[in-house]
């Protein structure tokens, strides 16, 4: 079991940076997971993230979990609904980041909030590049599948930061690197969610 009020301060990073990736995927699955594993005794939170064990927020993530488990899934819906988390899910992840952190120096907590925040972004992008290649297909399969690929990932990558924080802060790390060795892929996906939902709001 994962105590971060017990981890120093210069180890808080890795599990935090797992979270950043996992909320950048899929933040309501994110924010459930945590929320019911420390409603259950299983996460002792930091008094800052405290606010996730009680039921209205673990009940509202669950709820809006389940919505985005099937607009996900809409062909272009999608676009509409990926385009607008963009604004949503990364900002959340700098705030789980900072709430998170509380304990800590100002510095240490503005640095942490920063890496969830960037750490959200790059797994927001590479999700949108992925889905940017996979999109265009005309059968819905392929997109449902990544879709379920994403939504375990998140949830698992939530729940082996709570068991293997070093672990799992390796693999956000090495899903990060790829994603800024394909920047230009993902900058170009970026701006084609935003194109394509802007033309689906349009018609």
Same mark, same amino acid.
């Given at each position: ?7 120093? *301060? &210069?180890? +808080? @990073? ?9 909320? $950048?995927?899929?933040? !309501?699955?994110?924010? =459930?997971? +945590?929320?019911?594993?420390?409603? @259950?005794?299983? +996460? ?6 405290? #606010?996730?064990? $009680? ?5 509202? *993530?669950?709820? #809006? ?11 272009? @819906? ?23 952190? %509380?304990? +800590? =120096?100002?510095?240490?907590?503005? #640095? ?13 992008? $590479?999700?949108?590049?992925?889905? /940017? /290649?996979?999109?265009? *297909?005309?059968?819905?399969? &392929?997109?449902?599948?990544? =879709? ?17 924080? !070093? ?7 090495? @899903? ?11 900058? %170009?996906?970026? %701006? ?12």
């Amino acid at each position: 079991m994962l105590n971060v009020l017990q981890i120093p *301060s &210069s180890e +808080l @990073f890795a599990p935090l940076a797992a979270i950043g990736f996992a909320a $950048g995927l899929n933040l !309501y699955a994110t924010v =459930s997971v +945590l929320g019911l594993l420390a409603r @259950f005794g299983h +996460l002792p939170l930091p008094p800052g993230l405290q #606010l996730l064990e $009680g039921w209205p927020v673990i009940a509202a *993530s669950t709820a #809006l979990f389940v919505i985005e488990f099937f607009a996900d899934k809409i062909p272009a @819906f999608d676009l509409i609904w990926n385009a607008l988390h963009t604004f949503i899910r990364v900002p959340v992840a700098g705030l789980l980041a900072y709430q998170a952190t %509380r304990q +800590l =120096s100002p510095e240490h907590q503005l #640095l942490a909030t920063l890496l969830g925040a960037a750490v959200a972004l790059a797994a927001h992008g $590479g999700k949108t590049a992925v889905r /940017a /290649a996979v999109t265009p *297909s005309p059968e819905p399969l &392929s997109n449902i599948t990544l =879709s379920l690929g994403e939504d375990a990932l998140a949830i698992g990558l939530t729940w082996l930061a709570t068991r293997h924080p !070093y672990v799992a802060g390796t693999l956000a790390t090495i @899903f990060v690197v790829i994603i800024v060795i394909l920047t230009r892929w993902v900058i %170009r996906a970026l %701006r084609a969610l935003f194109r394509g939902a802007e033309h689906e709001l349009a018609r």
